[in-house]
C-alpha cells in the first residue's frame, strides 16, 4: 500500500494545454504538499495544505490552483502550459505543521514535460 | 538565493569505507535538518534529522553532525553499502515550520564495490 500516491507517473503535454495532477495520501496527515523540482535539482515548495486549507502559497503563477477536496487529497491543476513549467512535481504529506521539523512523505513524483 | 547548500553534486566512495556527505546553510531562523535520501524514479525518504538544540545525532549506520557556528551540517555513513547509492538532499526548517522545508541540490553518492 503506498502512502502518498500521484498520477500520473508521467505527463507529456503541449504548450497551452490545461492539466492535472492528482495525490492521495492513506497516512491520516493533517497536513499535503506540493514540491517542485526543476531543471538545476532544486526542490522548491510550491504550496502546502492543512485540513483541506491553504497554509503555503509560494511565489508560482496564478496558472498553477491546488485543490484539496479533503485532507487526503491534494490535486494540482495548471492551466496554459508553458515550457519553463517542465518538471519533477511531487506531493508530499506531514503528520502536522507549525511543528519544528516534521517529516514529510513524499510520492514518487510526476514528470512533466511540456512541448 | 540557495539558503541550503551541497556543494558536491556527486561523491564516489568505496564499500566498507565511510561517506561523508556535506551541507552548508545560511539562514540562522533554522532550527531543524533533515536528511533526505532518494532513489531513481521515487520519491525522497526520510533519513535522519538533527534539532538545533544538538550537535549530533545517531542512528544506526548514519550518524549526522550540526555546527551551529560554522551553518553547516554532515552526514556520515558507516559503513557505506551498495544500497546507499543514491541522491542525499539536505534541508532545513525554521520556527513552527510554517514555510515547509528548504533542500539543497542534493549530492548523489555512488558506492563502488
Known amino acids: 500500500d503506498t502512502a502518498v500516491s500521484q498520477t500520473p507517473k508521467y505527463l507529456v503535454t503541449q504548450m497551452g494545454n490545461d492539466k492535472s495532477i492528482k495525490c492521495e495520501q492513506n497516512l491520516g496527515h493533517d497536513t499535503m504538499y506540493w514540491y517542485k523540482q526543476d531543471s538545476k535539482k532544486f526542490l522548491k515548495i510550491m504550496f502546502s495544505y492543512n485540513n483541506k486549507e491553504l497554509i503555503i502559497n509560494e511565489t508560482v503563477p496564478n496558472r498553477f490552483s491546488p485543490k484539496s477536496p479533503d485532507k487526503a487529497h491534494l490535486n494540482l491543476h495548471i492551466n496554459s502550459l508553458e515550457l519553463g513549467d517542465s518538471a519533477v512535481y511531487f506531493c508530499a504529506s506531514s503528520q502536522e505543521t507549525g511543528i519544528i521539523g516534521e517529516k514529510l512523505f513524499f510520492g514518487s513524483g510526476t514528470q512533466l514535460s511540456v512541448l | 538565493d540557495q539558503q541550503v547548500k551541497q556543494n558536491s553534486p556527486s561523491l564516489s566512495v568505496q564499500e566498507g569505507r565511510i561517506s561523508i556527505l556535506n551541507c552548508d546553510y545560511t539562514?540562522?531562523?533554522?532550527?531543524?535538518f533533515l536528511w533526505y535520501k532518494k532513489y531513481p524514479a521515487e520519491g525522497p525518504t526520510f533519513l535522519i534529522s538533527?534539532?538545533?538544540?544538538?550537535d549530533k545525532n545517531e542512528d544506526g549506520r548514519f550518524t549526522v553532525f550540526l555546527n551551529k557556528s560554522a551553518k553547516h551540517l554532515s552526514l556520515h555513513i558507516v559503513p557505506s553499502q551498495p544500497g546507499d547509492s543514491a541522491v542525499y538532499f539536505c534541508?532545513?526548517?525554521?520556527?513552527?515550520?510554517?514555510?515547509?522545508?528548504?533542500f539543497g541540490k542534493g549530492t548523489h553518492l555512488i558506492i563502488q564495490p
Open positions: 538533527i534539532s538545533s538544540i544538538k
Open positions: 539562514n540562522s531562523m533554522f532550527d531543524y
Open positions: 534541508a532545513a526548517s525554521g520556527r513552527g515550520g510554517a514555510d515547509g522545508l528548504t
